[in-house]
Nanobody, 126 residues
């Protein structure tokens, strides 16, 4: 059974930083592209960033490019998202998601997602 557990969210002031983590279990983590998506209140799901299985290929949505950094530690079965220069518009529930595979269609938008976790809330407010 696929398990994805996000953590690291919280309340932060504009301009601040957070680091989200996603602990994965139940599948061969090192074989799949992983993705972060988010959902702001009253809005649809938005793709944030993806990383291929080896970590050598990363992609970002335009709204977070240059501010967020995705990474992974395959030895620890953990996915990360470093959020810098946070803005109020970044307020959302952030979800970690497992890709369908590890091809370009998994990390190039529109990305393919097989399963996502329960999410961690990020609130940016002064």
């Amino acid at each position: 059974e696929v398990q994805l557990v996000e953590s690291g969210g919280g309340l932060v002031r504009p301009g601040g930083s957070l680091r989200l983590s996603c602990a994965a279990a139940g599948f061969t983590f090192s074989s799949y592209t992983m993705t972060w998506v988010r959902q702001a209140p009253g809005k649809g799901l938005e793709w944030v960033s993806s990383i291929n299985s080896g970590g050598g290929r990363t992609t970002y949505g335009d709204s977070v490019k240059g501010r967020f950094t995705i990474s992974r530690d395959n030895a620890k079965n953990t996915l990360y998202l470093q959020l810098n220069s946070l803005q109020t518009e970044d307020t959302a529930m952030y979800y970690c998601a497992k890709g369908v595979g590890d091809s370009a269609t998994d990390y190039t938008p529109p990305v393919r997602i097989h399963y996502r976790g329960q999410g961690t809330q990020v609130t940016v407010s002064s």
